[in-house]
Nanobody
Framework: QVQLIESGGGSVQPGDSLTLSCAASGLTFNTYRMGWFRRAPGKERLFVAGINTIGRSTYYDYSVKGRFIISRDNDKGTVLLQMNRLQPEDTAVYYC?????????????????WGKGTLVTVSS
């Protein structure tokens, strides 16, 4: 049974940093590309960041590029999302997702597995 468990969410102030973690189990982790998505209140779920199987290639939505960093540890089966200079518009439920098949795009309809999400609130 595949499980993706996110942690690290919380409430922070604008300008703060936060690191999300996703622990994967039940899958051959180093054969899956991993991604982070988020759903802001009242909006659809959107891609945030992705990383390839060995961690050499990373991908970011323009809204977070230069502020967020995605990384993975294949020995531990974890993927991190380091979020810097957080802004109120970053408030959302953040989801970890895994996909085995290669795709040139990152969209939620190609992902094989999802976590349940962790809430990040940015407010003064």
């Amino acid at each position: 049974q595949v499980q993706l468990i996110e942690s690290g969410g919380g409430s922070v102030q604008p300008g703060d940093s936060l690191t999300l973690s996703c622990a994967a189990s039940g899958l051959t982790f180093n054969t899956y590309r991993m991604g982070w998505f988020r759903r802001a209140p009242g909006k659809e779920r959107l891609f945030v960041a992705g990383i390839n199987t060995i961690g050499r290639s990373t991908y970011y939505d323009y809204s977070v590029k230069g502020r967020f960093i995605i990384s993975r540890d294949n020995d531990k089966g974890t993927v991190l999302l380091q979020m810097n200079r957080l802004q109120p518009e970053d408030t959302a439920v953040y989801y970890c997702a895994a996909v085995e098949r290669y795709s040139s795009t990152w969209s939620d309809n190609i992902m094989d597995y999802w976590g349940k999400g962790t809430l990040v609130t940015v407010s003064s």
